[in-house]
Nanobody, 119 residues
Framework: QVQPVESGGGLVQAGGSLRLSCEAS????????MGWFRQAPGKEREFVGH????????YYVDAVKGRFTISRDNAKNTVYLQMNSLKPEDTAVYYC????????????WGQGTQVTVSS
């Protein structure tokens, strides 16, 4: 079992940056893909991107490509979401989640961290 715990959210002005962290406790992380999701008020949760823990391959949705970067630190069992050039529409609760490399669904979820971007 993997238990992700997010941190690093806060309030930032448009154009600013934030880095979210997701520390994962539990088992063999190289067998997992770590994803970032977000949910804005009144909207459904949406996928932001993911990183494969074994080789560091990352993927991003178009809305954040070129602005957000996902990385990992194996020694710290931590995944990061670096967010640059933030926009008010990036305001949301951000979640970290884990799924097995062979899995199709994210089954381990963090509690979320609030990111608010002011205009």
């Amino acid at each position: 079992q993997v238990q992700p715990v997010e941190s690093g959210g806060g309030l930032v002005q448009a154009g600013g940056s934030l880095r979210l962290s997701c520390e994962a406790s539990g088992r063999t992380f190289s067998r997992y893909t770590m994803g970032w999701f977000r949910q804005a008020p009144g909207k459904e949760r949406e996928f932001v991107g993911h990183i494969m823990w074994n080789d560091g391959t990352a993927y991003y949705v178009d809305a954040v490509k070129g602005r957000f970067t996902i990385s990992r630190d194996n020694a710290k069992n931590t995944v990061y979401l670096q967010m640059n050039s933030l926009k008010p529409e990036d305001t949301a609760v951000y979640y970290c989640a884990a799924k097995a490399l062979s899995g199709t669904e994210y089954i381990y979820w963090g509690q979320g961290t609030q990111v608010t971007v002011s205009s």
